[in-house]
């Protein structure tokens, strides 16, 4: 049974707690239903707006619950169409969002974050720099992608393709709020996309990476690479100290087995760190155990960090090699570098 003295967000309640209640309250048992997809289906964030409920009803919720939504709380918008927008939470902690418009391919991506800060402190990343504070909520990430859905219809006149899971934070340490997250997303009774267009993104952790093959995950699976060895990748991102690329090898060659969903490795060209023609021998090795579509990523400065982006020539020396050796590549030029919304670069900057 639901607690009812304090107020609970009512986006922590199950459709059986919504139910119970409504009973309780010598409602109409479909009340609850209706009021569900209010919620999931069409994003609703506060009573008011759920314009099927009597004035009296909305009141009995009001009354019981109440709903922590988030907040836009400020927008900035690059040149190249990609617009930041930063939200406040209900605790007054802030959150980035990034919508990376391609038009042209008629392609509308939501970058959402799944906590406040990170603990991992990858040395080439904004968020890294900032303490972990706490998971988001389910309703928290899912608040991002109906926002960010509703900016993208108001501004291409497009609703989102794609949504990856590479913001502020590392999804498989909010790993049960990021599924519920998901699971609402991809609902019928909730926004209904498709799992294949989702992307959930990690640094590298072996075991819950099996987790997600065990709990036959139907989203795509990115790794943030980075460098192709330990020495260097324990470098830049101590959590392969404890993740070392045999482990995650392991784990993944498990996830594709279990599930043949997509798996990608993202690569941020650093200079004179993972760019050259051996660092490109090494990635290739690590591309033969299971198909895998490897994301160059150009660098995007960011404050008090040592790295350089690698010259465009290196690059395409790098991604030729990978090429030669039959693995798929993109390069992904960065955008929205002018308002920090580019990879590694959310923080909040007030
Ligand atoms: S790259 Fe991802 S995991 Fe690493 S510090 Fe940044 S947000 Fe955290």
């Avoid at 990021?178 to 926004?191: E, F, K, N, Y």
Wanted: with cysteine.
């Amino acid at each position: 049974m639901i607690q009812t003295e304090a107020k609970l967000d009512i986006r922590k309640c199950s459709l059986q707690d919504l139910e119970a209640f409504f009973e309780n309250q010598g409602e109409k048992k479909f009340r609850a239903r209706q009021v569900w997809e209010w919620l999931w289906k069409k994003g609703v964030r506060s009573f008011e707006d759920m314009s099927n409920l009597s004035l009296c009803l909305g009141g009995k919720l009001g009354a019981h619950f109440l709903m922590q939504a988030i907040v836009e709380d400020k927008v900035q918008r690059s040149r190249d169409g990609t617009i930041k927008t930063r939200f406040r939470l209900h605790d007054g902690h802030m959150i980035e969002s990034v919508l990376i418009p391609v038009p042209d391919e008629k392609r509308f991506t939501v970058c959402v974050s799944c906590q406040v800060g990170c603990s991992l402190t990858c040395s080439f990343c904004a968020t890294g720099k900032m303490k972990r504070v706490r998971n988001l909520d389910p309703a928290e990430i899912f608040d991002q992608v109906v926002l960010v859905n509703e900016q993208s219809l108001e501004v291409f006149g497009h609703g989102l393709t794609n949504i990856v899971f590479m913001g502020m934070g590392e999804p498989l340490l909010a790993y049960s709020n990021v599924l519920d997250s998901i699971a609402r997303i991809t609902a019928p009774d909730g926004l209904e996309m498709s799992p294949r267009r989702i992307t959930v993104s990690t640094a590298g952790i072996a075991k819950m990476i099996r987790k997600l093959a065990d709990d036959e995950v139907r989203f795509n699976l990115a790794l943030s690479l980075h460098a192709a060895d330990d020495a260097k990748r324990n470098e830049i991102m101590p959590i392969n100290e404890q993740n070392d690329l045999d482990s995650l090898m392991e784990a993944i060659d498990y996830f594709y087995r279990k599930t043949k969903n997509r798996i990608s490795y993202e690569y941020i060209a650093l200079k004179d760190f993972n760019d050259s023609l051996r660092d490109a021998v090494n990635l290739a090795r690590l591309c033969r155990r299971f198909p895998v579509r490897v994301n160059i990523i150009e660098y995007n400065t960011v404050e008090g960090v040592p790295f350089e982006k690698s010259a465009e020539d290196r690059i395409d020396l790098f991604a030729a090699h990978l090429r030669k050796e039959g693995i798929m590549v993109t390069v992904r030029r960065s955008r929205g570098k002018d308002i920090d919304a580019a990879c590694g670069q959310l923080a909040n900057k007030q």
